[in-house]
C-alpha cells in the first residue's frame, strides 16, 4: 500500500488546534493508501527556547518528506518580520516552492458579505509568486537611531521567475471552464519591475491563444473583487501584491478561517510542497477552542490532491460542503456556537456515512 509521510509544523496559536483535527479528518479519507505524520515544534516557542524559528539543519529534516502540513506561524512574544522569514520564508525560498496557490470561493451554505452578491459569483484561483518580489530580503537599515536614518528594501524580479509563475497561471486558467486570467500589477508607477512582469505577460501570452488575459492595476483590481467578484477567474501577481490580494479574497468568502493555500514547485520533486490554512495564529482566541478549522481541512485536501490521491481529496471537499451546507455545525466565526473538535467531527462523520 502506498504511504505518504507527512511533516507537521503545527506552529503557533491556533495553528496547535486546527492541525490536529485537519489530520483526523485526513485519517479519515485515506482509502487505498496510508499518512504517516511526524510532527515538528518548530515556531515562536521553540524560538524562546533556543534563539532559532527551526534548526540550522531544518531544510534537511524537511528534505525527505512527501509534504510539509504548516498550521500558523507567529505571536505577539516574538517580532513579525522574525517568525515570518526565519521559518516560514525559509521554507517557502530553501525548496524554491516559487508557486502560491489560494482557491476563493464561498462555501456552500454561507453568504458573501458583499450586497446583491450570490456565492456563485466568487469563484477565483489566485496564483501568487512565492520566491521573489518583494519579500526576497535585500536591503538595510543605515544610519540607526539618528534623525538621518533611512531604510532600503529592494524588490527582486527575475525573467526566469516572473515567466515561470505566468505559465503555471496560464496553465491553470486553461484548465477551469472560462479560460479566463487576469494580472496584477502597478506598471504605472514601478517602471522597471511591472513593466517587466506585463511584457513577460504578453509574451507568455502568445502561447495561449485560448485564455483570455485582463492587466489590471493591482488597485483597480481591489476595487473589481468588490465591485465586479463574478469577472474574475484565475488572477496571478507578484509576491507583496497577491499577499494583499488574497486577505482581501479571504474577507469575501465569509471568514479568514476559510482561507486554504499551497506552496508548490511544479514539476519537480527535489523539495516536499508546502500546505497552510493563512488565517494566522489568532492569538486573541488561542486555547478556547473555537477556531475555525475549515481552512485547514481544505488545505489537507489540496495536499491530498497534489499527492495524487484525487479520490480522497474530492471526498474530503464534498463531506467540508455538505456540513457548511447544511448549517447545523458552524464555529463562532460563521455565526455558530460549536468548536473546533466539533466540526471536524461532523466533516468526519459526513466522509464514514458516505463510504
Not at 39 to 57: H, I, N, S, V
Not at 97 to 105: D, K, M, Q, S, T
Not at 240 to 263: C, K, P, R
Not at 273 to 279: A, G, T
Request: glycine share 8%.
Amino acid at each position: 500500500m502506498k504511504t505518504h509521510r507527512i511533516a507537521l509544523l503545527a506552529g503557533d496559536g491556533i495553528g496547535k488546534e486546527v492541525i490536529p483535527q485537519a489530520t483526523r479528518v485526513l485519517e479519515a479519507a485515506a482509502q487505498g493508501f496510508q499518512l504517516t505524520f511526524e510532527p515538528f515544534d518548530w515556531g515562536c516557542e521553540y524560538y524562546l527556547r533556543t534563539g532559532r524559528m527551526m534548526p540550522e539543519d531544518g531544510l534537511d529534516q524537511l528534505r525527505p518528506f512527501d509534504a510539509i502540513l504548516l498550521g500558523a506561524i507567529g505571536h505577539p512574544t516574538v517580532p513579525d518580520h522574525i517568525s515570518l522569514r526565519e521559518l516560514l520564508l525559509r521554507i517557502r525560498f530553501g525548496f524554491d516552492l516559487y508557486v502560491n496557490l489560494r482557491p476563493i470561493e464561498v462555501l456552500p451554505g454561507l453568504e458573501p458579505p458583499l450586497r446583491n452578491k450570490k456565492p456563485e459569483d466568487i469563484h477565483m484561483l489566485f496564483i501568487r509568486e512565492n520566491s521573489e518580489g518583494e519579500y526576497c530580503g535585500l536591503g538595510g537599515r543605515f544610519k540607526r537611531g539618528t534623525a538621518d536614518e533611512f531604510a532600503i528594501q529592494h524588490a527582486v524580479f527575475t525573467r526566469k521567475g516572473v515567466e515561470r509563475i505566468l505559465r503555471y497561471a496560464f496553465e491553470q486558467a486553461r484548465r477551469r471552464p472560462r479560460k479566463r486570467l487576469a494580472s496584477a500589477t502597478k506598471s504605472n508607477a514601478l517602471n522597471y519591475s511591472m513593466v517587466l512582469w506585463d511584457e513577460v505577460l504578453k509574451e507568455v501570452g502568445r502561447d495561449y491563444p485560448d485564455v483570455s488575459v485582463s492587466n489590471y492595476h493591482v488597485d483597480a483590481l481591489a476595487a473589481r473583487m468588490i465591485t465586479h467578484p463574478e469577472s474574475l477567474d484565475v488572477v496571478v501577481a507578484s509576491n507583496l501584491f497577491a499577499d494583499i490580494l488574497t486577505d482581501l479574497g479571504g474577507a469575501l468568502q465569509s471568514s479568514l478561517g476559510l482561507a486554504a493555500s499551497a506552496n508548490l514547485n511544479p514539476g519537480t520533486r527535489l523539495a516536499p510542497p508546502m500546505f497552510e490554512p493563512v488565517h494566522g495564529s489568532a492569538p486573541d482566541i488561542e486555547g478556547r477552542g473555537i477556531a475555525n478549522p475549515i481552512a485547514a481541512i481544505w488545505t489537507a485536501a489540496l495536499m491530498l490532491e497534489h499527492l495524487g490521491e484525487t479520490g480522497a481529496a474530492n471526498r474530503m471537499m464534498n463531506a467540508l460542503r455538505a456540513v457548511t451546507r447544511e448549517g447545523k455545525v458552524r464555529t463562532p466565526d460563521l455565526g455558530g456556537q460549536n468548536t473546533t473538535r466539533e466540526f471536524a467531527d461532523a466533516v468526519i462523520a459526513r466522509l464514514v456515512n458516505a463510504d
